[in-house]
């Protein structure tokens, strides 16, 4: 297994995970496009116990979701770049913004998620599923990503 490190743009907050990912996905979605000022997010999910803080310090402030659950999102402490958030109030799985990783090349989304509501210069013609809204996880992620999911009760 390779270890792959990433971090904030000021360099203060390293990290690295311990295992490969289990999935990565690209949101669409109206909140993430605000909460991003991007087209949309790409996230990478590891379980919590596989991620790992090697320098720096990071802060939580709470955001909103599509659910209504909102989402704990934690930042470098000094220059306040978005490394993980955690959903749901469940701290077992830690989603990466993937784009923080140093060689985020490594992780391209394997399904692209809300694009009912992407930007329509966005252009999604490849062959990565894409989903109105969301996907079944048990038709589309694999079964080694399902058995870990499942191992951590997410």
């Known amino acids: 297994m390779s270890l792959y490190r990433g971090g904030c743009s000021c360099g203060d907050l390293r990290y690295h995970i311990s295992k490969e990912p289990i999935f990565t996905q ?32 990071l802060i939580c402030v709470h955001g909103p979701t599509g659910s209504g659950r909102g989402q704990k999102v934690y930042r470098c402490a000094i220059c306040k770049v978005q490394i993980f958030s955690i959903f749901n109030n469940s701290d077992v799985m830690t989603f990466l913004k993937t784009a923080t990783f140093d060689e985020p090349e490594h992780f391209p989304p394997q399904a692209h998620i809300f694009t009912k509501s992407k930007l329509s210069w966005v252009n999604l013609d490849g062959a990565t599923p894409r989903f109105e809204k969301y996907y079944n996880k048990e038709e589309l992620l694999s079964k080694d990503s399902l058995a870990r999911r499942k191992a951590i009760g997410w």
Do not use: K
Not at 29 to 42: E, V, Y
């Open 26 to 57: 690209a949101c669409h979605c109206r909140l993430c496009q605000r909460q991003t000022a991007s087209a949309f997010i790409i996230r990478t999910m590891i379980e919590s116990s596989h991620f790992h803080v090697d320098t720096g310090e």
